[in-house]
Structure formats: C-alpha cells, structure tokens
C-alpha cells in the first residue's frame, strides 16, 4: 500500500497531500466508515486535506448539500446500488467539484493539483467534473455505475 512518498509535494503543483486525506479515503474504502469525504486544498499548508465526511446512514442528498455552491472541492462519494440480477454493488466516484461562479484561482488551483490528488487514491472506479449540481445529479452518478 504505497502513497507515493506519503504527502510529498510535486513540482508542476507544489501540492502535497494531507496524511489524513490518504487514511480518511482508505477508511471509506476498505472499511465502509464513510458514505462520502469532501477534501479542500489548504493554500496556506499547501496541500489537500479533509473538510468533512458523511456516515454510511447519509444520502447523495446530504453528500451534495455539504459542497459549497460558490467554492471548489474534491469529493469522493461510495454509492452503492443493486444491479439488474439483484447483485448489491459499490462504486467509488471521484467528483471535481468547480462551481462556474467560484473564483478562477481557486478553479486554477483545482485543476492544476487534481491528477495529483487523483493518483494518490488508488480504487477509484469514475470521475465527475462539475461545474453546477446538475453535472453530478443522482441520475448521472447512477446511469455511469450501471
């Protein structure tokens, strides 16, 4: 189980990641603790960390409801469905959420740090980039995992 250097920074973005990120993200991963993690990048600390995670009892409802409407983030979200033959399934979204009406360094920061961000969580199955709710509705987070 490697983190590449475990919150090394890279050069292109000089944006390391939070130990707690990695440990939080593996947590929703191999042990179900978490629905969702909402990371921000801390400019200050120059790195990705956790701003807030969600029980397993939360919903996509209560999981969207946590995103800024003005401010970019990135989230992962466990969604768990039942396939077509009744199969009880999981699939872990990666959501590079980037409201249009954030402000642009902030939309520039997200994009330079997220491939980065990106391969440090191994087991991700998609990726959603939103710029408004209606880009991760629901629907789309369903029709993708089918």
């Known amino acids: 189980m490697s983190f590449r250097g475990g919150g090394g920074?890279?050069?292109?973005?000089?944006m390391g990641v939070a130990?707690?990120?990695?440990?939080?993200?593996?947590?929703?991963?191999?042990?179900?603790?978490?629905?969702y993690v909402i990371f921000k990048i801390d400019e200050?600390?120059?790195?990705?960390?956790?701003?807030?995670?969600?029980?397993?009892?939360?919903?996509?409802e209560d999981f969207t409801?946590?995103?800024p409407?003005?401010?970019c983030r990135y989230a992962v979200y466990d969604f768990d469905y039942v396939t077509s033959e009744n199969c009880q399934k999981s699939k872990i979204f990666f959501i590079a959420w980037s409201p249009s009406i954030s402000r642009i360094r902030a939309k520039m920061l997200y994009a330079t740090s997220k491939e980065r961000f990106r391969r440090e969580l191994q087991g991700i199955h998609y990726e959603i980039q939103a710029t408004d709710p209606t880009e991760m509705d629901l629907e789309v987070i369903r029709e993708r995992a089918n």
């Open 9 to 14: 920074t890279n050069a292109s973005s000089g």
């Open 19 to 35: 130990d707690q990120s990695n440990i939080t993200y593996t947590e929703l991963q191999r042990k179900k603790v978490h629905r």
């Open 44 to 60: 200050k600390k120059k790195e990705v960390v956790v701003e807030k995670t969600g029980g397993p009892a939360e919903s996509y």
């Open 65 to 67: 409801a946590s995103l």
């Open 69 to 71: 409407e003005s401010d």
